[in-house]
């Protein structure tokens, strides 16, 4: 982390849960951040060292972040910032914070083991946080984080998309050390189906999310994620370098097809 001399520090402990339901519901709390004034800061969630835990056979988790803001008063939830992220020890955003806004910084895991960390936050000026605990506002923050991380996956510069089938495609977009796998169907009366295979024994090679050879449904006018797959943290190098091959079938869909849902179904669907 790139600071100055003098500058604030603020920090607190964290838990991911083993086997959440809802990956952006892995981490037992989420945490507020409180700024006196406007103010530069780099957030980091931190993992312990591997090296003070040679004997219990500890490694890093997948740790990955989003930071929501909101104008005091306001409803609506906003994207500050996002880090997908594979096995790292330390993930860190650069943002600026502003006391007339609300933050709220939710860490998540897609690797479904029980795993600490912390949050760090060195700014300019002081910035406190403050843990919550799941609560109604929460469900809202979830909704709005799961729409960002697709806006996210989709923003990014150097992502591969392939025409699977009319107004249908299959996106791989980065996150760091980790690649997502997913699917957008932008057709309004036929469903995608799709079958994604990761080529099996690809050294150092992990499946955070989704299963390979598993056949995925897209509805029509939506989206969802289908694989993540991370580097297992033994290499040096931040590429992933992997094969994959797909199947695709289309289907009409009923005329009176409504999508409907008041909570989002998991990381995967927009």
Known sequence: VKCREGWAHSSCN?????????????????????PTEKTWAFVSLVQPKKRANTKSGFWY??????????KRGENEWMKESVSLNGYVRIC???????????YYCIPFSLGNR????????????????????????CESMVLSSFCQIHRHLLQDERKIQF???????LVVANGYRCLYFLAINASVDRFLS???????SQKGIVILAGSSGDTFDVPPRSQKILL????????????????????????YAEHNFVQASSTPPGIGSA
Not at 61 to 70: A, E, F, N, T
Not at 114 to 137: H, L
């Open 61 to 70: 988790s997948d740790i990955s972040m989003v930071i929501l803001k909101r």
């Open 194 to 200: 799709l079958r994604l295979h990761i080529k099996e």
């Open 163 to 169: 025409v699977v089938a009319p107004k249908c495609l």
């Open 114 to 137: 029980a795993s600490s960390f912390g949050i760090s936050i060195y700014s300019a000026s002081k910035v406190a946080i403050m843990k919550t605990v799941p609560n109604a506002e």
């Open 14 to 34: 964290g838990e991911f849960l083993k086997d959440a339901v809802n990956p952006l519901q892995s981490s037992v709390s989420t945490y507020m951040l409180i």
């Open 92 to 102: 860190t955003v650069e943002v600026f914070l502003d006391k007339d806004h609300e």
């Open 228 to 251: 993540v797959a991370c580097g297992d943290g033994t290499s040096a190098s931040s590429v992933i370098n992997m094969e994959f091959t797909y199947q695709v079938d289309t289907h």
